[in-house]
């Protein structure tokens, strides 16, 4: 399925961690935080501005970026779990 976000928004998967065991206690799924480091999925056209026009986005498809705990909203899609949330609500993007 193919999704196009609108606007400024922007579309995300959160990226798993590596399990951790420490001292041979398994932390269980209910119990772990959210992972806050995703990958960008699909990116909207940008927001339109004061003066009628549209502001680039400084992300695109395919970069590595931090994001808030409880940032967006989560959805859903073929199985998969997705984040849709404002471009302003990405912290950083992480370069390698």
Known sequence: MKMRPLHDRVVVKRLEQEEQVRGGIIIPDTAKEKPQEA?????????????????????????????????????????EDYVILREDEILAVIER
């Open 39 to 79: 990958e960008v999925i699909a990116v909207g056209p940008g927001k339109i501005n004061d003066d009628g026009k549209r502001s680039p986005m400084d992300v695109k498809k395919g970069d590595h970026i931090l994001i808030g705990k409880y940032s967006g909203s989560e959805i859903k899609l073929d199985d």
